[in-house]
């Protein structure tokens, strides 16, 4: 009988430890969870802190944007829109005041003249040839060969 009470006992004891040690398998396992929670706090805060920064940054970007077309919607309004374009190779597409573009305009003006008097003096003088003149050939009647 003291053999039973004896295996009777270390049976016991082995279960009293397995239980023991699944209570520390608890509560190690608890500590794990409790640890993998802080650490998914701390993600979740740096989470929302780096969205923040970068909500902050692009409102910065979006009012540094609004206000450059601001600007340049106001010089282009302020500026005097009775100019012309400046012609020719080298004008890089500026643009010419009323002021400068006056004595421009002038020189065109005096140019185009010209030519309509050459024109009609060219005119005249093809209305003045008589039929002779226009059948007699214009180079001499030698041999060009």
């Known amino acids: 009988m003291r053999v039973l009470i004896a295996l009777a006992l270390i ?7 397995a239980s023991i040690s699944q209570s520390y398998a608890a509560a190690r396992q608890a500590q794990a969870a409790i640890e993998a929670s802080r650490a998914a706090q701390i993600a979740s805060a740096g989470n929302a802190v780096s969205t ?13 944007a609004a206000t450059v077309a601001y600007l340049l919607w106001r ?9 012309q374009w400046i012609s020719g190779p080298n004008a890089r597409w500026g643009r010419l005041d009323q002021a400068q573009s006056a004595p421009l305009e002038a020189m065109q003006t005096l140019l185009m003249l010209q030519m309509m008097q050459q024109m009609q003096q060219m005119q005249m003088q ?9 059948q007699t050939p214009l180079l001499p009647d030698e041999d060009w060969t």
Not at 54 to 63: D, F, G, K, T
Not at 75 to 83: E, M, W
Request: charged residues 15%; hydrophobic residues 55%; without cysteine.
């Open 11 to 17: 049976v016991a004891s082995m279960f009293a430890l």
């Open 52 to 64: 923040a920064v970068i909500l902050v940054l692009v409102i910065v970007v979006v009012a540094l």
């Open 75 to 83: 010089q282009r309004q302020s500026r005097p829109q009775q100019t």
């Open 126 to 134: 093809m209305q003045q040839k008589t039929p002779q003149e226009e």
